[in-house]
């Protein structure tokens, strides 16, 4: 069965609309919904480049699409067919283009397409029993293929963001550290030509200012 249902913007991982009813019946919801916002960070970020893929978690599988910047997840028992699973969101995606297309890029607050809600409970009513003719249709359909879509486990996933994130932090630190050094060691050069330059300014000035009192005199 179709368990959770959200849309998120990719480029900042902005959430755009989510199934309102999905996770009531649902135990430790809060934490699937915690892990899709994770993902959604992961690929506002650029670590998953997949356009499509299965992610396994606990029970469950998170099942996305990414098109034009969008993603659609929703997640399923590990039963639930995977062929359905994408054509359900397929439909999704169709349905939200159509109406929000035009208002994606320019979305300024969580949620703005809230009252999609009610596309998004009608079409998973549709989803829900895999034996309906209609599905069992959907599922013979030959020409829709998920074979080749990739199935990875959540901790790979997320860890790998995090695993990237740490060493960006690194890079930065360590860059930062480098420029610090490196203006640390200019500072220690300056200091040490004044030191190694100083004494003789100072004799070639007081040369300088005998020489100017001894014409003045004379």
Same mark, same amino acid.
């Given at each position: 069965?179709?368990?959770?249902?959200?849309?998120?913007?990719? @480029?900042?991982?902005? %959430?755009? #609309?989510?199934?309102?009813? &999905?996770?009531?019946?649902? +135990?430790?919801?809060?934490? *699937?919904?915690?892990?899709?916002?994770?993902?959604?960070?992961?690929?506002?970020?650029?670590?998953?480049?997949?356009?499509?893929?299965?992610?396994?978690?606990?029970?469950?599988?998170?099942?996305?699409?990414?098109?034009?910047?969008?993603?659609?997840?929703?997640?399923?028992?590990?039963?639930?067919?995977?062929?359905?699973?994408?054509?359900?969101?397929?439909?999704?995606?169709?349905?939200?283009?159509?109406?929000?297309?035009?208002?994606?890029? @320019?979305?300024?607050? %969580?949620? #703005?397409?809230?009252?999609? &809600?009610?596309?998004?409970? +009608?079409?998973?009513?549709? *989803?829900?029993?895999?034996?309906?003719?209609?599905?069992?249709?959907?599922?013979?359909?030959?020409?829709?293929?998920?074979?080749?879509?990739?199935?990875?486990?959540?901790?790979?996933?997320?860890?790998?963001?995090?695993?990237?994130?740490?060493?960006?932090?690194?890079?930065?630190?360590?860059?930062?550290?480098?420029?610090?050094?490196?203006?640390?060691?200019?500072?220690?050069?300056?200091?040490?030509?004044?030191?190694?330059?100083?004494?003789?300014?100072?004799?070639?000035?007081?040369?300088?200012?005998?020489?100017?009192?001894?014409?003045?005199?004379?």
């Amino acid at each position: 069965m179709v368990k959770l249902t959200m849309i998120a913007r990719v @480029t900042d991982g902005l %959430p755009l #609309a989510e199934g309102l009813d &999905d996770g009531r019946d649902l +135990k430790d919801a809060e934490f *699937y919904k915690q892990q899709v916002k994770a993902l959604f960070k992961n690929l506002s970020r650029g670590h998953n480049e997949a356009s499509r893929m299965s992610i396994e978690t606990g029970p469950y599988v998170f099942h996305y699409i990414i098109e034009g910047r969008v993603c659609y997840l929703t997640m399923c028992d590990r039963a639930y067919p995977k062929k359905l699973a994408f054509q359900y969101l397929e439909e999704l995606r169709n349905e939200f283009e159509r109406v929000n297309g035009s208002q994606i890029e @320019t979305a300024a607050r %969580p949620y #703005a397409f809230i009252k999609f &809600d009610t596309f998004i409970q +009608k079409t998973k009513k549709l *989803y829900q029993d895999t034996h309906t003719q209609r599905n069992i249709s959907k599922l013979n359909d030959e020409l829709y293929e998920v074979h080749q879509i990739m199935t990875r486990n959540v901790q790979e996933v997320l860890g790998v963001g995090e695993q990237l994130d740490q060493v960006s932090q690194m890079s930065s630190r360590l860059s930062s550290e480098s420029r610090m050094y490196a203006d640390k060691a200019r500072d220690l050069n300056r200091q040490a030509l004044i030191r190694k330059w100083a004494p003789v300014a100072i004799v070639f000035g007081v040369v300088f200012v005998l020489f100017w009192l001894k014409n003045k005199l004379w």
